[in-house]
Every structure is written in C-alpha cells, then in structure tokens.
C-alpha cells in the first residue's frame, strides 16, 4: 500500500467522528487525504469546518467517494453495514481495504461471503473497535478514546495478508494496543459476554428501580454497573436480537450463577458463600492482569 | 464541642486509614488531637510514622484511648462494631460521640438501643461513608477518595442534635459533599440496591466465565462492570447475610427484569425492547442528574 492513501469514512456518528479525529490526530493523516459520506450535511459541513475531512459527500454519492479511497471505513449500525455492502459493492476502488466496525459479525462475514468478495475487487476485513462513549452522535465522537483500548478483526479467508498487515497499523496508530483476531463466530461468543450481556445487565437494574433520587445511596458501584444503560437503544436492540442465541446462552449462564449466590445467601451459608467470593476475587484480580 | 477536640480511630484498615488521611490533610486535625487503636502493632507504628496518628492503643488497651477521645470513628466490619461497643460501652468518655462505618446499619441501631445508649455517657450516631477501594487494608488506604462521595447517617431517637450537626461538619470537611440522614431500615433497603446487589451481579458475572484471557474482548463495559468483584469477601459475606432479606427481595427484582429483557430478544420483539430500552436510558441519565 502506497503511503499517501486516501481513507474514507461512511457515516459520521459517535464512531465515524471518533475515527475522524483519531485517524487526524494520532495517525496523522492529511485532510486532503480524509473524507467522509454522510446523510447529514450539517455534520459533513462541521467535520470540513473542524479541519478532519476534506471532500465529503451525501450518502446517495457515496460511490463518488468509495472509487476514490484506497481505503474505507464503514461506521454504521450493522443492518446498515450489509445494506451498504450490498448496494455499493459494485463502485469500490479495485485493490482497496474496506472495513467495518459493527458490533457483530457472523453476519456480516456471511454477507460479504454472499456478496462474492472473494473475487470482489475489494478487500473486505471485518472489525470491532472495542471503544464507545454514552452519549452519541458527531457532536459527542471527542469523547470517544481509543487509547490503550481492544480491537478486535475477524479476517475472512480470501484477505489478503498485506492488507490485514496494512489495517492493522492503521489501527495501531490510532491508538489501540491490544488488536485481536479471531473468527466471526468467536467475535459474536465473546461480545456476547464481555458487552452485550453487560449492557442487559445494566440496563435490567435501572428497569427495576423507578426511584431516581437512588443515586444518593450510590458509592461509584451503582453508577460504574448502569453508566452503559445510557445506551443507544436502536442500535443496541438490533445487536441484542442479531446475536441472540449466544447472548441468551450467556443470560442463562449469568443466572444460575446469581441463583447460586442467592441460595447461598438466603440459606445464611456464609463459609460456601465466602469461599465462592474468595474464587471470584481471584480470578477478576488474574483477568485483570491479562486485560 | 470544643474546637481542639481529641479524635480516636477504631481500626486501622483501608476505611480507617483513609479517614485517618482526610481528618489530617482535609478536615486539619493536629497529629497530636488524633489516635487510633489496632489490632496490628506495625500498623499503628506506621501510622504514627507517617504522621498520621500521635498516641496509638493495642486493642486490648482500647479502653485507655476510648476515655482520652471527644469523637470515636469505629471502622471496623458490622459484627466487629457491634461487638466492640458491648465490650466497651463503659469506656467512652462522657459526652463523647460516637459512630461507625458499617454497610449495614439496622442491626447496629438494634444494638445500640438494647445496650441503653439512650442512658449512656456517649451519643452513637450510625454512619455510613460510601466510599471504598478494590484492594484492602491500611496499606491501600491512600486509595479511598472520599471527595464529592455520599454520605448516609442514621441518627437515632436520642442523638443530640448539636453532635449530630458537629458530626456532619467533620465529615463535610473530610470531602463527602452529600451527607443523607434516613433511618436505619431505609439505609438498608437503599443500600440493598446500591451496593449489596452490585457485588452480587459483578460476582456472578466472573462466576460465570472461568477464560481469564476473556478481557481482551473487553471494551470498558465488562471493566467496569466487574471492578468491585475483587471485594474483601468475608466483609461482604456479612453484609449480605445480615441485610439478607432485603437484598433477596432485591434481586428478585432485578431477576424478573432481567428475565423480561430476556424474554422480548428471545422473541425478537425488536419494537418493545427499543422502547423499553428508551425508558431505561432516561431514567439513568435522570439519575445521573440527581446524582
């Protein structure tokens, strides 16, 4: 890959933004060499005017950008991800990486199957940047760090290997340290654990207490726990019910463990309980060293 | 109450510690007006080293300090204080006042009524600072921030109404911006939710996932969901066992929600959970408000 590519970014939400900034400030990309796709051009006028981006275009121009990057970034919800695929995989520039950063990817992976990409003209990698903010939109993508943060890339068989390699600095660059890559399915088993269930939880303790002024008990666990119940609901739905055979399969797992603990507790069996407590501060004290 | 009062730390632990760091660089107490007693002698002899405390007492020899102190901090678990004030009730210097620290507080205002504080030459004054930290003991204490932290008081039928509001001030200065004075029965239905029922669903979420390398699919969420899960267990154990029917009906609660959100992505019931979820982002961001 030539060093002075030109990147493109479709859709410029919390994520989309948040790329923006980071692919100006800590990759160091040129404007001229940054632009986006969008279907508010009140928030592609800001981006110009904020320095990030330099062409932009409406979403039905979208394939004057795409023929014109040698790579892209799709930043959409992922329904919207395969929408895009499907309706524009016929203008990408030949020989250009294209990737997504959706939440869930089994999906997506079997639409870019679907779509032919292994003789596609472009590359397309599947991501998952493991960074977000509770507040969304444009106007909040500052808020959105991505040091020292997870990425996750489930590759498909046909990428071609220089290409991950190439990405996979982008990505560096930008700020994350961990870059993981697995396949498609073990993306959705993991996330289905490590974020979606931690936003069902979330989101089940603030449905289950309508008292607001609560906070007043709080001691930073109530607010740490809920922070993610200030979550994008549409978006959120649509991964839940996405990958819902996986994060069933994790509800049920975390309930019967919370039903043990709560036998344990209303049995008054403090000696089994305190030994349960004991393993779960040990391995949480290991999985943080592994963080 | 004099302005160059003698104060005595019950305990030296990670909340002993750390009240005995924001009375001597927050509130300004002198060295020589703060003592503390221990059962850990290189506790106390670090803890005069470091210039926090001047004279320091053997629990054995807590006696000797209880009958020396205007003001007496007991920062030990809810047995412990409870047992300590049996044991000592006779000791305090007349007029003194007195609290605790403990995360449950119905038991200890049960304790102190049957002991006759009401005739007793101290006041009790039950107390509880929400704050804390992942990793125990004195050591950790420079830890616990209790900066723009709650606060919650349960003051009993015959506190005097000046010790009560000498008390508030102390802990004002010491950071704590929101101080809650509720019944001991309320403290403990509040508490329940706020903090009991956050370290049961953080503990259950690690007993439920034995991958250690699972973190590097973390993105913050699961961090921050299972941060206290590294909790001092056998506190904990009897915190939960004590306030053990209200933090049943707790998660009962929190169960039957949870199920529902289950329920609606099992069903694909796409339109009913975005709505749901709306009504949860709300709430939470009203919470954050009050908070």
């Not at 790579?71 to 203008?91: D, Q, T």
């Not at 292994?118 to 998952?128: L, Q, S, T, V």
Request: net charge neutral; aromatic share 8%.
């Amino acid at each position: 890959m030539k060093k002075d590519f030109t990147l493109g970014i479709v859709g410029l939400g919390l994520m989309g933004g948040a790329f923006a900034r980071a692919l100006r400030e800590k990759y160091g990309i040129p404007q001229e060499k940054l632009f986006a796709c969008d279907i508010d051009k009140n928030i592609l006028n800001t981006a110009q005017e904020q320095g990030l981006v330099s062409k932009v275009f409406d979403t039905e121009n979208a394939g004057a950008m795409l023929s014109a990057c040698d790579v892209v970034f799709i930043c959409l919800n992922p329904s919207a991800v395969i929408c895009f695929l499907e309706k524009w995989s016929g203008s990408f520039k030949p020989g250009s990486i294209v990737t997504d950063i959706a939440g869930t990817k089994a999906s997506i992976a079997a639409a870019a199957e679907k779509l032919g990409s292994k003789n596609a003209a472009f590359d397309f990698i599947p991501g998952h940047p493991m960074a977000g903010a509770e507040k969304g939109g444009f106007a909040n993508s500052h808020l959105c760090n991505f040091t020292d943060k997870n990425y996750i890339l489930t590759p498909l068989a046909f990428n071609k290997p220089e290409n991950l390699e190439f990405l996979k600095q982008i990505i560096h660059k930008m700020g994350f340290n961990k870059i993981t890559e697995v396949t498609p399915e073990e993306h959705d088993r993991k996330i289905a654990f490590t974020s979606q269930l931690c936003h069902i939880i979330a989101s089940a303790l603030i449905d289950c207490e309508s008292d607001t002024e609560i906070t007043r008990f709080g001691g930073g666990s109530f607010e740490d726990l809920t922070r993610i119940a200030m979550l994008n609901a549409p978006m959120w739905t649509e991964i839940f019910i996405e990958n819902r055979s996986m994060l069933l399969e994790r509800i049920n797992q975390f309930e019967k463990s919370l039903n043990e603990l709560k036998v344990l507790i209303g049995g008054s069996k403090a000696a089994e309980l305190e030994k349960r407590l004991e393993l779960v501060k040990e391995r949480r004290t290991e999985m943080g060293k592994r963080g």
